[in-house]
């Protein structure tokens, strides 16, 4: 809207707020009639000056994007953005079943992770402890897909896990059972 039509637009609003005052249960018909004609005449002017689309987010990026009701910002587009990351950084997609031929990752690091100081730490247990058996990962299918393909190898360990490594140390899943093997005094070394 240029200055001049931001100034009738506001005299014509000025007009219409002195109608409200003085509107009254002896308002006469006539003056209804006077009001309808002043609110059309600034309806007019609204429609003459605002040529962009109204926003249908409150987006800064994508103001007249489509809707997603339950995102703070209304964006479809954003929350969609903001979904996928929430869900690659803590979950990952599941696995593909057990007994496939082992299959290179395509998951490698991505550049758009919020967080990428976070990493996925794949460990096994050696019969006494658990110790790191790989990579630590920047992507957590990856380091799954990983041990997956460990417990098909050869000589697979008795157990494997996953250990979040962010603001703290989180085991997030376990692969077969930790039990402790006790080392022979003149056990064959
Ligand atoms: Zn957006």
Request: aromatic share 6%.
């Amino acid at each position: 809207m240029n200055h001049a039509q931001l100034t009738a637009l506001g005299r014509a609003l000025r007009v219409l707020g002195e109608h409200g005052e003085a509107l009254s249960a002896d308002t006469p018909d006539a003056r209804l009639h006077e009001v309808k004609a002043d609110l059309r005449r600034a309806l007019d002017l609204l429609e003459e000056g605002v040529t962009t689309a109204a926003p249908s987010t409150r987006c800064p990026e994508h103001p007249t994007g489509p809707v997603d009701e339950s995102a703070p910002d209304l964006c479809l587009l954003c929350e969609t953005r903001r979904r996928a990351a929430r869900r690659a950084e803590f979950n990952g997609p599941p696995l593909p079943p057990e007994p496939t031929a082992p299959v290179p990752s395509r998951y490698g690091v991505r550049g758009d992770r919020p967080q990428p100081q976070q990493r996925w730490l794949p460990e096994l247990w050696n019969g006494q402890a658990w110790q790191l058996c790989g990579t630590p990962r920047r992507d957590r299918r990856e380091a799954e897909l990983y041990i997956a393909a460990q417990r098909r190898g050869p000589r697979p360990a008795m157990a494997y896990r996953i250990v979040h490594e962010f603001t703290d140390y989180e085991v997030l899943r376990v692969w077969g059972t930790p039990v402790r093997v006790d080392i022979e005094p003149m056990g064959n070394l």
